[in-house]
Structures are given as structure tokens and as C-alpha cells.
């Protein structure tokens, strides 16, 4: 993996899943964390499971102060804040998103602000710290296969793949905008990954069996969180100090035209 020694990365939904991985991995490469996560028990035990070098706090993402509160954090206890990476997000279905006919206003407003006012609020602030910091920084965002390579047979949640989407424009008008600046913004795209969020799908027979053809890549399985860390520490280091405005798909094939065959 690529080096992060020295340096200091929030990760807004850090305390399980994906962003919990990646925390773990920025650690073992070097860094020291600040890992925002929403729910209590999922904050103590990640601060159980991270260790030294890390921080873990509890806060809402759709709160406009928990992103600023971290970085203020990071720079408190590590020094400065040179990388944010964006979780936090997950699935609408239980507030009503679905195909484009059938999704509710609760629904659409929901999913949006779970996937994606959080996400533009941790990036407003890590864009004011990092111009005002005057050193560059690293912004990752996370989106999904389903922002541009639909599956609807059994992912048809219209509301949550317009905020992947959306995700990805955020992320590249900023990489555009802010490359004078020397911050860069980049995407992770990841198909379908064993986490909490997933359990629905990974659950079904009938999906894994469309995954194994879908995600060929390994035999034909489901994402595990640690598929994404590599990416993740090398998108955040200065290995990657001249790649910006990229979205990368993990998605073990699921984006170049994978299954169902018979």
C-alpha cells in the first residue's frame, strides 16, 4: 500500500463497514484517523477495534457541524487534516425508494439527504479547511456501480442511484474547480459489498446468484470491505498527488458488462 505517514484523514461514517475497513487500513499504512460514526455502540466499538492513532466520535452527517467538529478535532489532536473520506450513506428502501413510480416524497428527500447533503456537507467543510489551511488536501467520495451501470431486477432504487450519481458530479466540478488549490477531489464506485447495508441482497439466493454473474472477477462473488482499501490509501496519499476528478469502479466486473448468463 502507498504510504500515509504523517498524515490525518476524517472519515465521515468510519465506525463500521467499508469506512471501519478503511480506518483500519490508513492506520496500519501510517496515518491517524478521525472516524465519525452515528450510532453509540458502533462508536465504541470502533474505538475498541482502531486502537492508537485514532479517533472515534459520535454525530449525525446530516448535522452541518459533525464534519467541521471532526476536522477541528483531527487538527486538535493530530495537527492538521490533509484527507477527508465520505461513507456515510446507505440504502432508502425502508422510507419508500424503489423504481421512479412507485418512490414516496419521504422517500426521495430521505435517500438524498442520507447519501447526499451529508456528503456535500463534509465536503463544503473539508474544502473551507483545506483553502484555508493553504496546504492541498484529498477528498474521497463514495458512490456506486448503480450511479451509471443499473441493474434492475433486483436494485431498483431510483432515489438512491440519482444521489450516486449526483455524487459524481459533485465530485468532479469540485476536482476542476479546486486543482489550482492543489486539493483533489476522486470517487469509489463499488458494487455490491459485504456490509450491514447489504444484508437484504446478500441474503437472497436469487441475488448472489445473479452477483456470481454479475461480479465475475474471484470466481463470481460478493465484495468484501477490504477490496476497497488499497484504492482507498492510494487515492488519499501523495501517490496519488496528480489523479483528480476520478471515479474508480470496485465492482469485480459488474460495470463492464457482467451476467446473468444461461
Known amino acids: 500500500m502507498a504510504a500515509l505517514n504523517g498524515k490525518v484523514v476524517v472519515i465521515i461514517g468510519g465506525t463500521t463497514g467499508l469506512g471501519l475497513s478503511a480506518a483500519s487500513a490508513i492506520l496500519r499504512a501510517g496515518g491517524r484517523v478521525v472516524a465519525l460514526g452515528r450510532e453509540d455502540e458502533h462508536v465504541a466499538s470502533a474505538a475498541s477495534a482502531l486502537g492508537s492513532g485514532s479517533v472515534v466520535i459520535g454525530a449525525d452527517a446530516n448535522d452541518s457541524m459533525a464534519a467541521p467538529s471532526a476536522i477541528a478535532r483531527a487538527v486538535g489532536e493530530f495537527g492538521a487534516c490533509h484527507g477527508l473520506y465520505h461513507v456515510a450513506g446507505g440504502s ?21 439527504d442520507l447519501n447526499l447533503t451529508s456528503l456535500f456537507l463534509s465536503n463544503r467543510a ?15 467520495n463514495m458512490s ?68 456470481r454473474a454479475r461480479q465475475p472477477l474471484d470466481g463470481g462473488r460478493v465484495g468484501r470491505v477490504e477490496d476497497l482499501d488499497a484504492a482507498v490509501v492510494y487515492l488519499l496519499s501523495d501517490a496519488a498527488q496528480f489523479v483528480t476528478g476520478q471515479v474508480l469502479a470496485i465492482d469485480g466486473g459488474w460495470s463492464v458488462g457482467g451476467g446473468p448468463y444461461s
Not at 96 to 103: F, N, Q, S, T, W
Not at 104 to 111: A, F, I, K, Q, S
Not at 159 to 168: E, P, T
Open 92 to 112: 432508502g428502501r425502508a422510507f419508500g425508494d424503489g423504481p421512479l413510480h412507485e418512490v414516496t416524497d419521504e422517500g426521495w428527500r430521505r435517500t438524498l
Open 126 to 140: 473539508a474544502a473551507q479547511h483545506f483553502m484555508q489551511q493553504g496546504t492541498g488536501g484529498a477528498v474521497l
Open 144 to 211: 456506486s456501480v448503480l450511479a451509471f451501470a443499473p441493474a434492475p431486477a433486483f436494485f431498483a432504487t431510483h432515489a438512491y442511484a440519482s444521489a450516486k450519481a449526483a455524487v459524481i458530479g459533485l465530485t468532479t466540478s469540485a476536482a476542476a474547480y479546486y486543482a489550482k488549490h492543489d486539493i483533489r477531489f476522486n470517487a469509489i464506485a463499488p458494487g455490491l459489498v459485504e456490509t450491514p447495508m447489504s444484508r437484504r441482497a446478500t441474503g437472497n439466493e436469487d441475488i448472489r446468484a445473479f452477483v
